[in-house]
Nanobody, 124 residues
Framework: QVQLVESGGGLVQAGGSLRLSCAAS????????MGWFRQAPGKEREFVAA????????VYADSVKGRFTISRDNAKNTVYLQMNGLKPEDTAVFYC?????????????????WGQGTQVTVSS
């Protein structure tokens, strides 16, 4: 089992920044690729970003490319999502997730463990 706890959400004005953190415990963190997803009210959960076990490779949704940065610190068992240039349409509950494959994946069902989510609200 891997336990994931997100933090860092909040209310921010459009154009502002937030950094989300996801702390992992349980099994060896560096054995898992990590992803960030988000879900807005009335919408399906959507992929935001993912990072490989080593942190050498990343992938982003087109909607956040150039504004968001995913990173990880395996010594701290933590994955981060730096969000700059936030827009009202970024408002959602953000979730981190862990998966045990060797490739980056954007598909929620391929992730094995999920956090409880953290709310991000961007005002216009």
């Amino acid at each position: 089992q891997v336990q994931l706890v997100e933090s860092g959400g909040g209310l921010v004005q459009a154009g502002g920044s937030l950094r989300l953190s996801c702390a992992a415990s349980g099994r060896t963190f560096s054995n898992y690729g990590m992803g960030w997803f988000r879900q807005a009210p009335g919408k399906e959960r959507e992929f935001v970003a993912a990072i490989t076990r080593s942190g050498r490779s990343t992938v982003y949704a087109d909607s956040v490319k150039g504004r968001f940065t995913i990173s990880r610190d395996n010594a701290k068992n933590t994955v981060y999502l730096q969000m700059n240039g936030l827009k009202p349409e970024d408002t959602a509950v953000f979730y981190c997730a862990a998966e045990s494959s060797l490739v980056l994946t954007q598909t929620p069902r391929e992730y094995d463990y999920w956090g409880q989510g953290t709310q991000v609200t961007v005002s216009s």
